[in-house]
């Protein structure tokens, strides 16, 4: 059986600095200190400066400062290069009874299925992570580990939390629990992203974008893909390891982008334009109902059920109607992740699309490189022959520019109207 870091996919230069962190945290438990002191590395990334254990020189076995634990960690890279593996990788590392994410033990099968006591995985249903949910985390997190080692919070996009949220747990980094280990996961560490004083306080692990033949070894060996089938979504996805899976595995999925590649030549027109930008939002409504629609069912039920509903008790109806703000907080909720399921499907098709025009440009400037959609490079060539490499760029870039407004939050179809008609007039 692998270990829990063989599914991170083209990493090997953070994959050795997390195992020695990992064997690290595990020399720290032998040597039976960490519960007596305040955070297992006084460290200022920043600055370079750290010093192992801040329970001090005391401490028998301690590791050296350039390998050593540290209480909390930043995993920075692009979509599809492996955040949040990376950080689940190494909370099973932490939890391992070897100190190395054997993937054997229960310790790694627990955490890697997500059922681990110690382990808590927040991933922001909406479009932000609020100060409650974070203060509940926090408070949680603060408890001594059930299973002897580790308490480890492992936040996904942490580019999302509020600024209130982002000041609950810079205070928990700051003053950390003796045996609680923080992982964020989050695009860069630019400001945008992630604080300067929360940054500061973090050791920072980048990953980069995989190479796409290690990606098609992954679904070849893991998912059991056909060879060619693999190459040619590892190439399609962009590096992505989940939309290859996706691309690969889902007949839907290699139809919604065919959809979206067929975009350029349906442009013949201000009509054709707007035509192209409503089926493109409609496309990314349809995704992404289909995506949350049963999880939003049975959390209703759920609730309900745990309301009273369907019973014939004396104070069932009266518990219903008294239910009627916890049901209006639920559809909140559920609109939040409907919103975020809607624009990170619309972003899909957008890095399809800018893949594309990629293609094209490179096309026109004769470049060495493969073509990221081999199976519309003729009509990519056919663009750049039509536009030049100017007018390849001018369209990448309308697509990129779209990406960021949606992100800044401009409304999804005005952005993409004014990116269908930019493409357009080139």
Not at 62 to 77: E, K, L, N, R, Y
Not at 205 to 230: K, N, S
Not at 256 to 261: F, G, I, K
């Amino acid at each position: 059986m692998p270990d829990v870091f063989a599914d991170l996919v083209g990493q090997d230069e953070a994959v050795a600095e997390l195992r020695r962190a990992a064997a690290a945290a595990a020399a720290v438990l032998r040597a039976g200190v960490a519960d007596r002191a305040p955070a297992l590395v006084a460290a200022d990334p920043a600055s370079g400066d750290e010093s192992a254990l801040a329970a001090g020189d005391a401490a028998p076995g301690a590791v050296d400062p350039s390998t050593g634990m540290t209480h909390a960690w930043i995993f920075t890279g692009p979509p599809g290069s492996g955040r949040s593996v990376a950080a689940r990788a190494f909370a099973a590392a932490l939890q391992c009874r070897h100190g190395t994410g054997c993937g054997e033990c229960p310790g790694c099968h627990t955490t890697m299925g997500g059922t681990h006591a110690d382990v808590r995985m927040v991933v922001p249903e909406g479009l932000s992570i609020g100060v409650g949910e974070m203060r509940a985390l926090v408070l949680r997190a603060a408890s001594t580990p059930s299973g002897g080692r580790w308490q480890v919070v492992i936040i996904e996009d942490a580019d999302r939390l509020t600024e209130a949220a982002g000041n609950a747990l810079l205070k928990a980094i700051e003053e950390p629990p003796p045996r609680t280990v923080f992982l964020l996961c989050a695009p860069s560490t630019h400001p945008d992203d992630i604080s300067v004083t929360i940054r500061s306080r973090c050791r920072v692990v980048p990953l980069r974008q995989p190479p796409a033949a290690a990606v098609a070894e992954v679904l070849v060996r893991r998912d059991g893909i056909a060879p060619d089938v693999a190459q040619w979504a590892a190439a399609a996805a962009q590096g992505h390891v989940g939309r290859a899976r996706r691309l690969a595995r889902d007949p839907e999925a290699r139809k919604r982008r065919e959809a979206v590649l067929a975009v350029p030549r349906r442009l013949t027109g201000v009509g054709a334009a707007f035509d192209a930008a409503s089926a493109l939002i409609e496309a990314a409504e349809a995704e992404a109902a289909a995506s949350v629609t049963e999880a939003d069912t049975a959390e209703r039920a759920a609730l309900e059920t745990a309301l009273g509903a369907g019973g014939t008790g004396r104070g069932a109806a009266g518990a219903m109607r008294g239910a009627a703000g916890q049901l209006k907080e639920l559809e909140k909720r559920q609109k939040s992740r409907a919103t975020r399921a809607q624009r990170d499907a619309l972003d899909r098709a957008l890095v399809d699309l800018a893949g594309f025009y990629r293609d094209a440009l490179t096309m026109a400037l004769r470049a060495p490189v493969a073509p990221v959609h081999t199976d519309t490079a003729a009509l990519a060539g056919a663009g750049a022959q039509k536009w030049d490499a100017e007018g390849a760029l001018r369209r990448l870039e309308a697509v990129l520019a779209c990406r960021a407004a949606i992100e800044a939050n401009v409304k999804p179809r005005i952005a993409v109207e004014a990116m269908m008609l930019a493409l357009w007039k080139g």
